[in-house]
């Protein structure tokens, strides 16, 4: 025999739930804002600003990312 709970969250409406989800989105938009912007100014750098700097050309991508969502 086959039983289906099906459980509500009965505090969280509608509203709420989209008022979070906007939130979200416009937090992720700006982490990817800074993403963009750190990336593009490092790969405008030239070969020898990047090595006053301490930074390979290869590690550009990984220090953007740390830069927008951290660790």
Known sequence: MTVLTETFSA?????ARF????????????????FRTT???????????LADLGIDRSQIKSIAFEAAYGA
Do not use: I, M
């Open 11 to 15: 505090g969280s409406s509608l509203s």
């Open 39 to 49: 990336f593009n100014e490092l790969q405008n750098l030239t070969s020898r600003e």
């Open 19 to 34: 008022a979070t989800l906007r939130a979200q989105y416009a937090e992720n938009a700006a982490k990817r804002k800074v």
